[in-house]
C-alpha cells in the first residue's frame, strides 16, 4: 500500500527553528510537496522538490532524499503566524498525489 | 501563481435539499480538477478526480450518485451534493492542475452545513 507519515504535532518557540519530517511508501515518485493550511482555510504551497537536496525559499527549506523515501520542512525564525498545519504529498507513478494527515505546529511566545 | 475560486464560501440548507459548488481556474486551464472533502482536525479526504470532457473517478466509498461531479469545460468543475444530510457537513475544496503541472492549486474551499 501507500503511506505518507510524518508527526502529528509538534511544538516550538516563537524565534526558533523547527524541522517536521515525512517519510513515504508510494507506488513510485514523480515529485514531494508541501502544503501549509490554517485551520478553516485551503492549503497553500510551499514547495515542490523532485530531485534530491535542499530547495531553500525565505524562512522555509525543503530537503528531499529519494533513495530514503523522506523528506522534511524547515522553519526558521518562527512567528506566531506559522502555526498551522504542514501536510506531505507526493505524486505517485500515475500522477495521483497522495496525502499525509498532517503535522499540527503549535507556536508558543 | 495560479488562481482558482471556488463558490460559495460557505452554505447553509436544510437536509434533503441539493448544493452545488462551482470550482474555477482564473488564469490556465486546468486539464484535472479535484474535489477534497476535509472533517474537522483531519487531513484531506480525495473524493474525485475530473478531467475536461470525461466522467469522473471516485475514490472507494464515495457515492457517484449523491456527488455528482461536471467538467464541462477547461476552467470549471462543479460538484452538487444530493440530497444533502447532516453528516454530508464538511469542508469542500477544489484544485486544479494545468497539463504542464505537477503541482495542484487549491480553491479557497466551501464550508457547507446540513441542518
Known amino acids: 500500500g501507500q503511506n505518507i507519515d510524518q508527526p502529528t504535532e509538534m511544538t516550538a518557540t516563537e524565534g526558533a527553528i523547527v524541522q517536521i519530517n515525512c517519510t513515504y511508501q508510494?507506488?513510485?515518485?514523480?515529485?514531494l510537496f508541501w502544503y501549509q493550511q490554517h485551520a478553516g482555510e485551503a492549503p497553500t504551497f510551499l514547495s515542490y522538490?523532485?530531485l534530491d537536496g535542499l530547495e531553500e525559499k525565505g524562512r522555509f527549506s525543503s530537503f528531499l532524499s529519494r533513495s530514503k523515501g523522506y523528506s522534511y520542512l524547515l522553519l526558521k525564525e518562527l512567528q506566531m503566524k506559522d502555526s498551522a498545519s504542514y501536510l506531505c504529498?507526493?505524486?505517485?507513478?500515475?500522477?495521483?498525489?497522495?496525502w499525509g494527515a498532517g503535522t499540527k505546529l503549535i507556536i508558543k511566545p | 501563481g495560479a488562481v482558482v475560486s471556488q463558490h460559495p464560501s460557505w452554505v447553509i440548507c436544510k437536509s434533503g435539499t441539493s448544493v452545488k459548488i462551482e470550482c474555477r481556474s482564473l488564469?490556465?486551464?486546468?486539464?484535472?480538477m479535484f474535489w477534497y472533502r476535509q472533517f474537522p482536525k483531519q487531513s484531506l479526504m480525495l473524493m474525485a478526480t475530473?478531467?475536461?470532457?470525461?466522467?469522473?473517478?471516485?475514490e472507494q466509498g464515495v457515492e457517484k450518485d449523491k456527488f455528482l461531479i461536471n467538467h464541462a469545460s477547461l476552467t470549471l468543475s462543479t460538484l452538487t451534493v444530493t440530497s444533502a444530510h447532516p453528516e454530508d457537513s464538511s469542508f469542500y475544496i477544489c484544485?486544479?492542475?494545468?497539463?504542464?503541472?505537477?503541482?495542484?492549486?487549491f480553491g479557497p474551499g466551501t464550508r457547507l452545513t446540513v441542518l
Open positions: 484544485s486544479a492542475r494545468g497539463a504542464a503541472d505537477n503541482e495542484q492549486f
Open positions: 475530473s478531467n475536461e470532457g470525461s466522467k469522473a473517478t471516485y
Open positions: 504529498a507526493v505524486i505517485d507513478s500515475n500522477y495521483q498525489l497522495i
Open positions: 522538490n523532485v
Open positions: 488564469d490556465f486551464q486546468a486539464t484535472t
Open positions: 508510494t507506488s513510485g515518485f514523480n515529485g
